[in-house]
């Protein structure tokens, strides 16, 4: 099937530069999609954005050449809860994806069971009103108990504003809740300003909680420029990622976003954004617990047994 892109939607950054930050051995991109190919595995009639595609194939070459280890991939709402782009890519990864899914309340066990056994440790509730439809919360909390058995966690996506109105829902998961991009802060706020100091203590009151400190792209107003010659993109993003980094080093993920979707002002060079790493995670400890310990305590627990 052939699909038209949705107007104005940028490709992803081709021929990314070399970050100079080194990753350390063992870093996983802890939030990345793929897209298709549409012709292969086409996309959700559901959809709220056709994206251009963005194979496995070129997925592995970017973690390739920004020198991670392994990938989560993470589905994407254009394929809706049809998952087979991604579990397709956990089976062609040898071993160095998992997954994290879209489920309905009508998936079978033997439809979780499978993709267990693919890779995917995850499902991902998606409350930002301009990418998914309404779903019913008590469709969504049997979902959550139901993968609690698998041992999986529930990666959920909001807006800042509305976290006070699903703070009760989000409270009541009785698994790991992995928080996609802090919430998605308003960075012309303060830090230490009502808003995130909501998130923060959504983190500190409830230690399920974790956060990916991604996405400086999505949430910048400053945006890409480099002040003084640097490689130090998304500035008025450092503090808030560098705070939960700090404040609950153990809980935090990071990721590229790759092939980022739905953005129409400048996509990010790939190569910039593991670059943002050095800033918000400033020591070598933080950033090994960042990228290498977290991610595989939570999606490969079994190579850090015996
Ligand atoms: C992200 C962010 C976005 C899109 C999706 O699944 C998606 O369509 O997650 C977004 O538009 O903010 O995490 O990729």
Redesign the pocket.
Known sequence: MQFEKTPGWLDWYAGPSKPQFVLPKGAVDA?C?VFGPGAEFPFAPERK?TPCDASKHQLYALRDHLGFDKNVV?????HGADNRAMVDALLHSGGKARGVATVKRSVTDVELQAMHDAGVRGVRF?F?K??VDFTPKDELLEIATRIKAWGWHAVI?FEAVDLPELWDFFTALPTTVVV??MGRPNVDQAVDGPEFALFMKFMREHENVWSKV??PE?LSLAGPAALNGQRNAYRDVVPFARHVVETFPDRVLWGT?WP???LKDHMPDDGLLVDFIAHIAPTADLQKRLLVDNPTRLYWPELLKG
């Not at 993470?74 to 254009?78: D, E, G, I, L």
Request: charged share 20%; aromatic share 10%; proline share 5%.
């Open positions: 939030h999609h954005y993470v589905q994407a709402t254009c998606n930002v301009r990418l996506y996609d991009h991604t996405c999505r976003d980022h979707p739905n």
